[in-house]
């Protein structure tokens, strides 16, 4: 029986393939579109916008209330939106998960791979980022993550001066990330709402470049956010990610 914890470790190794399926599997190959009912417009909501656990303000004053509010209920809802636009029509897909349906985007009908690329890939990854901010956070890591970052970095200000440099150079709109690579943690960076999931790698942590994140508090001062975004960083929760991306 595959387990959650288990999918994960499956993600961080890379055997994406093996785990979810071939072409074969008859819930990938070719699924047909549902036939108009009575219902037919309704657009089902597999995919729920997941509430903020704080206040719009909690964050501040690193990341304004405004921001965070426009943030959540207006680009984060619309991802949702338009996945759920693009899965109506196909209910054998509606029983995927987000990571199913991401990791193997190339799978699906071809008219609906952008929106899961792009919308999907959106929920995603907003949904480890609310999840990775707290109030109560900041300060150094501690736990298994903050080990595990001085032995590949030799120190977190390393680490952080690394990840926020990668953070920097992204051209128009993407993420930084903190994944792990089999047993290795590396930095990378993706384009717009990828996620590190579809190469095979597990995100123990990752933050937003896109302008949205940050425009109405930084401007164009990109590195100013990604310098605060420590700040909040709920360390928690991401010794969490990282234990769970390790084998039972």
Request: aromatic share 12%; net charge positive; glycine share 6%.
């Amino acid at each position: 029986m595959t387990t959650r914890r288990n999918f994960l470790f499956l993600l961080s190794a890379g055997t994406t393939a093996t785990f979810f399926g071939s072409a074969t599997n008859s819930s990938w190959a070719n699924p047909s579109p549902a036939k108009p009912t009575a219902k037919d417009g309704a657009v089902a909501n597999v995919f729920k916008l997941p509430p903020l656990t704080y206040d719009y303000n909690a964050l501040e004053p690193h990341i304004d209330a405004a921001t965070m509010k426009f943030h959540h209920d207006k680009h984060h809802a619309g991802y949702v939106k338009k996945l759920n636009d693009a899965l109506n029509k196909y209910p054998e897909l509606q029983t995927k998960t987000i990571e199913e349906l991401v990791i193997n985007r190339r799978k699906l009908p071809k008219n609906i791979q952008s929106s899961v690329r792009n919308n999907g890939g959106g929920h995603l990854n907003h949904t480890m980022y609310w999840k990775i901010m707290s109030p109560q956070g900041g300060g150094k890591p501690t736990g298994k993550i903050a080990a595990a970052i001085k032995k590949r970095f030799g120190s977190f200000e390393k680490f952080k001066t690394q990840f926020n440099e990668a953070g920097t150079k992204v051209f128009g709109s993407g993420w930084v990330w903190l994944v792990l690579d089999k047993d290795r943690l590396e930095i990378m960076t993706t384009r717009n709402q990828d996620n590190p999931i579809s190469l095979g790698l597990y995100p123990i942590l990752g933050n937003d470049v896109w302008e949205h994140a940050y425009y109405l508090n930084y401007q164009n001062r990109r590195p100013d956010y990604l310098s605060a975004w420590w700040n909040v960083v709920n360390w928690t929760e991401v010794n969490k990610r990282f234990e769970k991306s390790k084998p039972a």
